[in-house]
């Protein structure tokens, strides 16, 4: 029986690989099955057309531009792309990351409010447990602190921000690293 299933993924993994590396991803190959069987199978985080954690949860990937790096792979994220995300390319995001694009009326809850995308500019790392707010811009090579909540928008680049709500910290060199 073991064998069987052995052989059930052996030829799964032979069809989906190259079908996976044409759509510019790196990922394992343990990666790429185990989120297979989770998404495709199982369902869960059935619809995001890219590798997602089993604890994430990714609202409207039709309306989120990925960069180079996969956004929901690390634990317990929250991604909201209902008013659109765009992220550049080598974005980091850490465990329990809540990148939130929609909000509701504060007049009335069963109402949304519109907005302009979420967008994070290349080279910027989300630390562990901070939120990103509807509408926001955040310029490139930016680290957001764990715990922050950034609720305006910080488009200068080259910043740490930090805090509830999140603020400038300190000022950064150009980024050194490849993106």
Not at 97 to 121: A, E, R, T
Request: aromatic share 8%.
């Amino acid at each position: 029986m073991i064998r069987f299933f052995k052989n059930i993924i052996e030829s799964a993994l032979l069809i989906l690989w190259p079908i996976y590396m044409k759509s510019g991803n790196e990922h394992s190959a343990k990666i790429v099955l185990k989120h297979w069987f989770l998404q495709k199978i199982l369902r869960i985080n059935g619809t995001v057309p890219w590798p997602v954690h089993p604890t994430s949860r990714v609202i409207k990937p039709e309306n989120i531009q990925r960069g180079t790096r996969t956004p929901g792979l690390s634990l317990s994220c929250h991604i909201d792309g209902r008013n659109g995300i765009i992220l550049g390319r080598n974005v980091w995001i850490g465990p329990r990351v809540s990148i939130i694009s929609m909000n509701h009326d504060v007049n009335n809850f069963h109402n949304y409010i519109s907005d302009g995308p979420v967008v994070i500019n290349k080279n910027s790392w989300l630390g562990a447990n901070c939120t990103i707010l509807p509408g926001v811009h955040i310029g490139e090579h930016t680290v957001v602190a764990a715990g922050a909540v950034v609720a305006k928008s910080f488009p200068e680049g080259d910043q740490v921000l930090a805090g509830v709500p999140a603020r400038v910290v300190k000022k950064l060199e150009p980024y050194g690293g490849v993106s």
